[in-house]
């Protein structure tokens, strides 16, 4: 089964700094979709980005982008110009194109300083 | 409304009791997905629908757990006979169709269950 590692519980970043977040996983599969998914204190989910493994440009959503590894299986998350409102937990997630559950890390809890 | 929905937001319950949790999908949405998130940890499977074929219930921890979902409708998480174990936020989620694995998956805002 593929796992999902998020080896950083807790980060914190200065406001208007930037922030990688790490995500490692593991498959045996060569098509996959990667995900990252921000969950403030509200609990709600809401998707920050996502990655097709077949396309070797990295993503980009405004100040949210990745650094897509294929070959190491690294999927981590670079915020810039961090806002307070960045702060909450972020899920690093793995989707299989076979399999339907979505896979997700333990998480990485941001905290952001004014 | 707009987004998904679940009821209860907060259930607490007295270990052995049966619970109900509910979540209302996007309107449209075939594919519905139930997980679990423990404290500090990050969201596990539990059930999966797409529309009328059979679920996908690979995730349920124990055959006290159940789901049901009719059409693509409405959907009930079943807990019977609750034990400390199963205190979590209970997480649903909704998508457009669930074999297209790039399809975003819109998330409740989750049923916060305590069992004492």
């Known amino acids: 089964a593929q796992t999902v590692t998020q080896s950083q519980p807790e980060m914190s970043v200065q406001e208007a700094e930037t922030v990688t977040l790490s995500c490692t996983y593991d498959t045996s599969e060569s098509d996959y979709y990667l995900f990252w998914y921000k969950q403030p204190p509200s609990r709600q989910m809401i998707l920050v980005i996502r990655q097709e493994a077949y396309k070797q440009q990295n993503a980009t959503e405004n100040r949210f982008s990745v650094n897509f590894q294929k070959a190491a299986k690294s999927f981590s998350l670079k915020i810039s110009d961090s806002q307070l409102g960045d702060a909450a937990m972020y899920f690093c997630a793995y989707r299989s194109t076979i399999t339907t559950p979505m896979r997700f890390g333990a998480g990485t809890r941001l905290t952001v300083k004014p | 409304g707009a987004g998904v929905s679940q009821s209860p937001s907060n259930k607490v319950t007295e270990k052995g009791k049966d619970v109900e949790l509910r979540c209302d999908p996007i309107s449209g949405h075939t594919a519905l997905y139930w997980y679990r998130q423990r404290l500090g940890q990050g969201l596990e499977f539990l059930i999966y629908f797409q529309g009328n074929s059979a679920p996908d219930k690979s995730g349920l921890p124990s055959d006290r757990f159940s789901a049901e979902r009719t059409g693509e409708s409405v959907s009930t998480l079943t807990i019977q006979r609750t034990q400390q174990e199963d205190s979590a936020v209970y997480l649903c989620?909704?998508?457009?169709?669930?074999?297209?694995?790039?399809?975003?998956?819109?998330f409740g805002p989750g049923t916060r269950l305590t069992v004492l």
């Open positions: 989620a909704s998508s457009l169709r669930g074999r297209a694995s790039y399809n975003e998956q819109f």
